[in-house]
């Protein structure tokens, strides 16, 4: 019997292995029999242009944990033209209702709406080149502006339209400035340009993708005031072309919005024009009497 205990035991670990072997490939089927982002949903339909607001929250209640509600029934629309500023307290949401309008997270309850159907039945890729997303920090490929620039953009872009994003950004004098215009390699992480540069150059990239809105987050670093002209004027010009919806950290651009939000524990506490907020909201009133940056 003792000499039998060995082979025994390592029957028992061979046994073992094969079972645990296969719990884990029971588990590895079960996660790639979940719907991808490319299998869900069915009934998907391609982003069209229609007449009401291109994008619309209604009544969107989500929580990272479920159970604890980040968004508490937000409603907005947001017209196909024009500049909307959110504004609010650190934690309010803002970026939430970011994140669920890129849908890089689902409603818990309500609906984003996107052309006045249900984001649910747009595929993924669609939906994210009609909803640009330009964060604070804009990190810029080890490559040339122009690679930089056109990153998923697509090979349709003819030079004069590059030119004319360019000029509405205000990047044209920066890339003349560049020794090799164009095709200048922006250094790692774009570090031959400055943050208010390469904020403009992702807005650039963002445009090019002929998105219907684009979500921009300000930087809340300091802008010299060249940078900050020119961010604001870059701001005007995209407004005039698609919706621009942007999470402000500056007065000056809450002041050039043609309507603002105010987020507070996740839902929309007041809305309104500058003008209008400064007479019926406090906690504006006070945000407009105390400008970060003015
Ligand atoms: P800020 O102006 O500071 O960026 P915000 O208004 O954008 O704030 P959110 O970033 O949307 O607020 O955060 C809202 C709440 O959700 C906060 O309580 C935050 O801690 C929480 N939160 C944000 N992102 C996550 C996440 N990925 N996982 C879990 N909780 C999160």
């Not at 072997?21 to 982003?47: M, W, Y």
């Not at 309008?101 to 939906?127: C, I, K, M, Q, S």
């Not at 939000?261 to 500058?274: K, N, Q």
């Amino acid at each position: 019997m003792t000499y039998l205990s060995a082979p025994i035991y390592e029957i028992f670990q061979a046994v073992s292995a094969v079972q645990q072997g296969s719990g884990a490939l029971h588990r590895i089927n079960e996660v790639l029999s979940l719907p991808t982002e490319r299998d869900h949903p069915v009934g998907i339909v391609p982003v069209q242009r229609h007449a009401g607001p291109v994008l619309e929250f209604r009544d969107v209640w989500f929580g990272y944990d479920p159970s604890r509600p980040v968004l508490r029934g937000i409603s907005f629309a947001v017209p196909s033209r024009g500049h909307i500023a959110l504004v609010g307290p650190s934690g309010a949401g803002k970026s939430t209702i970011f994140a669920l309008a890129e849908r890089f997270y689902e409603p818990d309850r309500g609906a984003v709406l996107l052309n006045g159907r249900d984001v649910r039945f747009t595929p993924y890729d669609r939906h994210r080149a009609a909803v640009g997303l330009v964060e604070q920090d804009c990190p810029l490929l080890a490559g040339s502006l122009r690679e930089n620039l056109l990153y998923g953009a697509g090979p349709a872009v003819s030079e004069s339209e590059l030119s004319r994003v360019l000029a509405m950004t205000g990047l044209t004098g920066v890339v003349a400035a560049l020794p090799r215009g164009l095709d200048t390699p922006v250094g790692e992480r774009g570090r031959q340009l400055s943050g208010g540069q390469r904020q403009r150059v992702a807005i650039a990239r963002c445009l090019l993708a002929r998105p219907r809105v684009i979500l921009l987050d300000e930087p809340t670093a300091h802008l010299d005031a060249d940078s900050e002209r020119a961010l604001a004027v870059a701001l005007r010009e995209v407004a005039a072309v698609c919706a621009l919806v942007v999470i402000a950290h500056r007065f000056s651009t809450v002041r050039s919005a043609d309507r603002v939000l105010v987020i507070e524990g996740g839902v929309v506490a007041a809305e309104g024009t500058h003008e209008e907020l400064l007479h019926v909201d406090e906690y504006y009133r006070r945000l407009a009497a105390q400008p970060l940056h003015p």
